[in-house]
């Protein structure tokens, strides 16, 4: 019988840096805004359920996305990854399975990339599965702690909160991640925003689900460009330049 599974897209943000006043994820690559190309991937991959998590001008991303098999939520305040994921539990509360969350400004996530990731999810037996790039500079992401050598994840340390040896880590986290879906949301209410940003991050699950005893698995994408976002108009343009052929 086919696996169950559903997407949440987080898709939010305004974006300071883009230096404009439209949200983040409608900026264009060749023509096609992120999101789509993010929701186009998703569909190709036949979810159960997807899920659109929007805020700043989120009447924009739902005109954009008019005609997508997804779902729209509303995260009316910025307090976090784990607060937008939140959001999306009314329209996934009763549903068992996988749930995979990306970020709408990762525009370039393949859907090979994605079922590799669903594969080592369910191969390992994870509660949660966190896909990882490794950056000659990664600074401003957050850093994979691995338990030793293995491919089992103890926490991910947001680049802020990072002592100096963590930040020597060039091991990063995507933003992207497989969780089993009752299990990401009853996770969800155990974390804090005791952190420099006070927000709920999403990664915080993590480190919860670790001290619990659950298998947290981490698998590294064969490209790292493909776990790229976008911060700024420079990197838009940076990754417009680096997948010129793929669009």
């Known amino acids: 019988m086919p696996q169950t599974k559903a997407a ?19 900026h264009r690559i060749h ?33 954009e996305l008019q005609g997508c098999p997804v779902d729209i939520v509303w995260q009316r305040e910025q307090l976090g990854t784990g607060h937008a994921v939140m959001m999306a539990r009314g329209t996934l509360a009763d549903f068992d399975g996988v749930t995979l969350v990306a970020l709408g400004d990762v525009p370039f996530l393949s859907a090979v990339t994605i079922e590799s990731l669903i594969d080592t999810h369910n191969r390992t037996g994870a509660k949660a599965t966190c896909l990882s790039v490794v950056l000659d500079n990664p600074a401003g992401y957050g850093r ?3 338990d030793g ?4 994840l103890k926490a991910i340390v947001e680049h802020r909160d990072a002592s100096e040896e963590t930040l020597r880590i060039k091991e990063i986290n995507t933003g992207t991640f497989c969780f089993d879906n009752r299990l990401l949301f009853e996770t969800l209410t155990q974390i804090d925003n005791d952190n420099l940003q006070g927000e709920y991050y999403l990664t915080d699950c993590v480190k919860v689900l670790y001290n619990k005893g659950f298998r947290v698995s981490v698998v590294k994408a064969a490209n790292a460009d ?5 911060n700024s108009a420079e990197q838009l343009e940076e990754l417009a330049r680096k997948f010129e052929n793929k669009t």
Request: no cysteine; proline share 2%; charged share 30%.
């Open 226 to 230: 493909e776990g790229l976002g976008v």
């Open 144 to 146: 994979i702690m691995r």
């Open 8 to 26: 949440i897209v987080l898709a939010a943000g305004k974006g300071k840096r883009m230096k404009s006043d439209i949200p983040k994820v409608l």
């Open 31 to 63: 023509g096609r805004s992120m999101i789509r190309m993010v929701v186009d991937t998703l569909t190709t991959l036949r979810f159960n359920k997807i899920v659109v998590v929007v805020g700043f001008k989120g009447e924009m991303v739902e005109e």
């Open 149 to 152: 050598d293995s491919n089992v």
